[in-house]
C-alpha cells in the first residue's frame, strides 16, 4: 500500500508555495493515469509523500486564441478540444488524437497537462503536439520558462519538469497557409484503447511540392520524436515523385535505427510503415481537392 497526504490547491499561487516546501509531492488533476498507478503500485507511482490536488484552478482551465498561438491551459480536459471552436479551426488534428482518447468519461475527466506530464510513449496528444511546434510553459515561484515539448520530453515517462513547477500551459503557433495535417491511430480494441502505435504528420504543400513536413510516430520510440531522416525523403519533392510505400519502409528502418529490433518490431515494422503511407495519401488527397 502507497501512503500520502492529501492536499487540495485553492489557487495556482498556493499550489506552487506548497511545491516550494515540500519534497517528494505529485500533483494530481484528472488522475486517469495516477489514481491507477497508485491502486497498482506501479513503480512510476512510489517514491511520493503528498498528493497535490490541483484540479480545481479554474485559471488553468481555458483554450485561447491569441496573437501567434493557440494557448491551451494545462487542466483543459480532452473533451474540451474535441468540442473547442478553436482548435477545430486551426488544429483539427489535435481534437482528431483527443477523440482517440479512452472513453467518455477519461475525456470529460482526462487533461492535457496530465497526458504531456504522464509521458507515455504511447500518450495521442504528445505527437500532434510536436508536429505543430507546440512550446510548453512551467511556473514556480521564481517564475516562468519555457520548453519546446520536444525538449520538456527526457525519456519515458519522465520530463524535464523541476519538482518545484507546475505545467500551467501549452502554446501552439498558428500555421501559415498551405498547411495540411493527418492523425493515424492502430490500438488493441475501438473502445479505450491505448495505442500500439499512432503517427502525427504535418506538412505544407505549395505549387504541388512538399515543405516543410513534420513526421512524428508515437509508441514507435522510446518516447515521441520527429523522424528527419523521413522527413528529408520528402521535403522539396513534388507530390507526384513521391513513392509512398519507400516512404513507409524509410520510417520504419528509422524506428529500427532508434529502438533496435524487439519483439514488437515486426508487427510495428509494418504498422507504421502502412500509416505513414496512410496519412500522406490522405493529406495528399485533401491538397488535391482544395487546388
Known amino acids: 500500500m502507497i501512503d500520502y497526504e492529501f492536499f487540495k490547491a485553492p489557487s495556482l499561487k498556493e499550489a506552487l508555495e506548497f511545491l516550494s516546501s515540500h519534497e517528494g509531492v505529485k500533483a494530481i488533476a484528472g488522475g486517469t493515469d495516477l489514481l491507477v498507478d497508485i491502486r497498482k503500485e506501479n513503480a512510476r507511482a512510489k517514491g511520493f509523500g503528498y498528493l497535490l490536488d490541483i484540479s480545481g484552478l479554474k485559471e488553468l482551465k481555458f483554450i485561447e486564441e491569441r496573437k501567434d498561438c493557440v494557448a491551451i491551459g494545462a487542466l483543459s480536459t480532452h473533451t474540451m478540444l474535441v468540442e473547442s471552436p478553436v482548435i477545430n479551426k486551426y488544429f483539427s488534428l489535435l ?5 482517440t482518447i479512452g472513453s467518455t468519461q477519461i475525456r470529460n475527466r482526462g487533461t492535457v497537462g496530465g497526458n504531456i506530464n504522464n509521458a507515455s510513449p504511447a500518450a495521442d496528444l504528445i505527437p500532434p503536439l510536436i508536429a505543430l511546434g507546440a512550446h510548453v510553459k512551467l ?11 520536444g525538449e520538456f520530453l527526457a525519456g519515458p515517462y519522465r520530463t524535464n519538469r523541476q519538482s518545484d513547477e507546475i505545467m500551467t500551459e501549452v502554446c501552439v503557433p498558428l500555421l501559415g497557409e498551405g498547411y495540411f ?9 475501438k473502445a479505450m484503447n491505448i495505442a500500439r502505435i499512432n503517427l502525427a504528420v504535418v506538412l505544407g504543400i505549395k505549387d ?3 515543405f516543410d513536413p513534420r513526421i ?3 509508441a514507435a520510440t522510446a518516447y515521441p520524436i520527429r523522424f528527419g531522416k523521413t522527413e528529408e525523403a520528402i521535403a522539396g519533392k513534388r507530390i507526384g515523385e513521391i513513392d509512398l510505400p519507400e516512404i513507409g519502409e524509410r520510417a520504419s528502418e528509422e524506428m529500427i535505427s532508434a529502438t533496435g529490433v524487439r519483439w514488437s518490431t515486426p508487427y510495428k515494422r509494418i504498422a507504421l510503415a502502412s500509416l505513414v503511407k496512410r496519412a500522406l495519401e490522405t493529406i495528399f488527397a485533401e491538397a488535391k481537392a482544395n487546388e
Open 95 to 99: 481534437a482528431s488524437a483527443a477523440k
Open 139 to 149: 511556473s514556480s515561484r521564481k517564475g516562468e520558462r519555457k520548453l519546446p515539448l
Open 181 to 189: 495535417a493527418n492523425f493515424q491511430k492502430i490500438g488493441r480494441r
Open 208 to 210: 504541388d511540392t512538399v
Open 216 to 218: 512524428v510516430p508515437g
